[in-house]
């Protein structure tokens, strides 16, 4: 038997006596805000109840009277040694009880919250969660009851996905009166201190709101992990009557607001495998030199969602927050995050320090990155050409299979600089589109220093301008000198730009160079000069104070030789991405001769296993009803707007409406109104007339060459530094990317396209008239 079982909220020794709701409340106090007052009996007590009954409940009587104050309402909860979990929380196991009166009333409440223990609903929650029978101690918590007019429950981070936002849910009254009244809470969620959602007409006030939103931001820091506090308002004060870990923030959270740019559209089987080969092992060594950790696998990176990639962004998320930088860091690099007041910023806190030494030695190796990328362009280009030049005039499909492990190693340095440099030129533009801005100046009227020029070496759709100029200048006819000519010029064009073609990432695209015919009229068609009403902005022009122009001098040439990286690169991926074709169209020919696929082209509907095992097989069996079905499946889902994040592993239900209003990210300033040309390959480009809005799945270099025709750009996929984007500015025309469900818009439909606010509004639905 003790002297006293029962101990003020505030005493230390509750941390060992009185388990973690009564040792967070501590917590609470402790850094002083505002919990109701209370008490704790300690676990000894239930302890020694069950070895002497009657004594222990007639102790506790006694200490209660010396407690509890007549006049004032308790709150009589569980405290258990296994709840709050961080795993999991018990919620619901253990009885609480509200609005209790009077010693008597106290203590039969408390004998009934010990009663939990021996209740079906606590042995079937601990054997199925835990499998572990270890006796579980059990203390109770005593609390002055606040008189609330609204209470409810706020999270520090959202518990179904684990993303930033805070989420508030209110109701009327008590938690008990909730429960009788039936009633769904409302909700409040504020990202970054902006409301993503807000009721029309709240219960409580949006000051009342932000309140709450404030300080659950105060104790999630000071807690050191994501939080769900419990609150009571009543009328004048604000009141916390619980806090605990959040628990199970382990599903994975898939999103494509990256993917888009560098996986856009639908991605076949073949087309999957291979990109995910490549990119996917280069993410993890770039992760596993970044933290030292080696858990990370390949496959864990991605997801493979109706024939659309996404990425993992649980796990960069966990990553950046080791390093003390928000989860949504990746994304926030690539500019395609919310925006608000309280928006993180990428600068890392203290979660740095212990991985300094690794960190500074993975930073090092930035300081080179342009050198050791000038040497990758001496020669890579040719070591492509060289493979295909040793290969035999009628290639087995065992070379063409050898001759695909020598361009995958090949390829697998490029993969990393395509990957690296472009995370720099990003978070250089950002540096200096933070800069600008706090002198009033926008960087997307910035003129890049070399950007024009090297897109015009490394681009083709000003050389094909320079052809039509050359041979149809103001509508001359083609004579036959001419002709030769132009056929010559041609044959150089594809040489150096055959391998493009409607998507850079998708080496089963059809490259101009199997399409010659696609070229030659759209050499003849007419082109239109670009709008030059929009002023450009020079950096030599810009004003700044003395003390910082040299800083901005460096961070603009900087910016703008990373920008010319990020187009170089991307233009020799592009190139020793496409051999990657040449082969699987070897393999599927012999394929074809063995009666195992219809066609060449179906190759690109099997997964590389699949392939291999395939390949590797004696006895080769068909597989035309499986490419039969993933065509059928493809296209079923070419249409389907799919959301711009998953949560989990299962495929989310589709939908195909369309909206009246979209949103992307704007990278070319100007507004526009004009019908919409939705164009789904290159080849439909006669479709597009001038004027026209021309809306694209992908933000790719491919499809450049129509922009001098349009009267705007939006595309499904793209960053501010994507092909789209540098085009769209050369030409002086509105752009917006990464606008989910653009190519759902009925073609011939009216719409206006804001390039200062990134909405695309539909004004008349063609499909309506």
């Not at 007590?45 to 209660?64: F, H, K, M, P, T």
């Not at 004003?543 to 991307?570: C, D």
């Not at 996929?717 to 989910?740: K, M, N, W």
Request: proline share 5%.
């Amino acid at each position: 038997m003790k002297e006293h079982y029962i101990y003020a909220l505030t005493d230390r020794s509750i941390n060992e006596k009185g388990g973690s709701k009564a040792r967070n409340l501590r917590f609470l106090l402790q850094h002083h805000f505002p919990v109701p007052f209370g008490y704790v009996v300690s676990w000894e007590a239930y302890d020694d109840y069950q070895q002497n009954g009657d004594i222990v409940l007639e102790s506790l009587r006694i200490e209660l009277l010396k407690l509890i104050q007549t006049d004032k309402v308790y709150a009589v909860r569980s405290s258990a040694s296994v709840e709050d979990d961080v795993r999991f929380s018990y919620a619901g196991i253990f009885s609480s009880y509200l609005q209790i009166k009077g010693v008597d009333s106290i203590l039969d409440c408390v004998k009934a919250v010990w009663q939990s223990l021996e209740s079906n609903e606590f042995i079937v929650y601990q054997r199925t969660n835990l499998n572990d029978l270890t006796p579980v101690k059990i203390g109770v918590i005593i609390q002055e009851m606040v008189p609330a007019i609204y209470s409810g429950i706020v999270f520090s981070r959202n518990p179904m996905t684990g993303l930033s936002e805070t989420i508030i849910e209110v109701g009327q009254g008590t938690g008990e009166d909730q429960v009788v009244a039936k009633k769904d809470p409302e909700r409040w969620v504020d990202k970054w201190g902006s409301w993503i959602i807000q009721p029309e007409t709240g219960l409580i006030l949006e000051e009342l709101a932000r309140d709450i939103v404030n300080k659950t931001k105060v104790v999630e820091l000071k807690f050191g992990q994501p939080i769900d506090l419990e609150w009571a308002y009543d009328g004048k004060s604000l009141f916390f009557l619980q806090v605990r870990p959040i628990t199970r923030l382990d599903i994975p959270v898939f999103s494509n607001r990256i993917s888009r740019e560098m996986l856009p559209g639908i991605i076949k089987p073949l087309v999957w495998s291979v990109n995910t080969r490549l990119i996917n092992q280069i993410w993890v060594d770039i992760l596993e030199k970044m933290t030292g950790d080696h858990s990370f696998q390949p496959d864990a990176l991605t997801g493979h969602f109706y024939y659309r990639a996404y990425f993992n962004i649980t796990v960069f998320g966990r990553v950046f927050e080791r390093l003390g930088m928000p989860s949504e860091a990746l994304e926030l690099l690539f500019g395609i995050e919310s925006d608000g007041p309280d928006k993180p910023h990428m600068r890392p806190g203290l979660g740095i320090l212990s991985r300094l030494p690794r960190l500074l030695s993975f930073a090092f190796s930035f300081f080179t990155i342009e050198s050791r990328f000038n040497r990758l362009l001496i020669s890579k280009k040719q070591n492509y050409i060289d493979l295909l030049d040793h290969m035999p005039k009628e290639p087995t499909i065992s070379e063409w299979m050898d001759l695909l492990d020598k361009i995958f190693n090949e390829t697998k340095p490029v993969v990393y600089f395509n990957i690296v440099i472009p995370m720099l030129a990003m978070m250089h533009h950002r540096m200096l589109t933070g800069m600008l801005k706090k002198y009033g100046y926008d960087a997307r009227l910035l003129e890049l220093k070399g950007v024009a020029e090297t897109t015009e070496q490394t681009s083709p759709h000003s050389r094909l301008d320079k052809l039509h100029q050359k041979y149809f200048k103001d509508g001359a006819e083609l004579t036959p000198e001419n002709q030769i000519r132009l056929e010559m010029d041609l044959e150089e064009f594809l040489e150096e730009f055959g391998h493009f073609g409607d998507s850079g990432n998708d080496c089963s695209s059809i490259p101009w160079r199997e399409t010659p015919d696609l070229i030659r009229q759209m050499v003849a068609q007419p082109i239109f000069e670009p709008n030059t009403t929009q002023a450009q902005l020079n950096f030599e022009d810009l004003k700044f104070p003395w003390f910082r122009r040299g800083f901005l001098r460096t961070l603009y040439h900087r910016t703008s030789r990373f920008a010319v990286h990020r187009e170089t690169i991307s233009s020799l991926y592009t190139y020793g991405y496409g051999q990657f074709r040449k082969c699987f169209i070897g393999i599927g020919t012999h394929l074809v001769s063995m009666d195992v696929l219809e066609s060449s082209e179906d190759v690109f509907y099997l997964y590389w296993k699949e392939l291999v095992e395939l390949v590797n097989s004696p006895i080769k069996s068909t597989q035309k009803e499986l490419v039969k079905k993933r065509k059928l499946d493809v296209e079923l889902n070419r249409e389907a707007v799919l959301p711009d994040t998953i949560f989990g592993f299962d495929q989310p239900p589709i939908h195909y409406e369309r909206s009246s209003s979209l949103k992307g990210i704007p990278t070319s300033l100007g507004t526009y109104t004009g019908p919409a040309r939705i164009l789904n390959s290159l080849s439909e480009f006669e479709r597009l007339n001038k004027g026209d809005v021309l809306v694209i799945p992908y933000s790719d270099v491919g499809w450049t060459p129509l922009f001098a025709r349009a009267g705007a750009i939006v595309a499904e996929s793209g960053g501010i530094l994507s092909h789209s984007s540098i085009v769209a500015r050369e030409y002086r025309i509105p752009a917006i990317v990464s606008v989910s469900g653009a190519c759902q818009i009925a073609d011939g439909t009216i719409i206006t396209v804001n390039g200062y606010s990134g909405d695309v509004i539909i004004v008349n639905d063609f499909a309506e008239a």
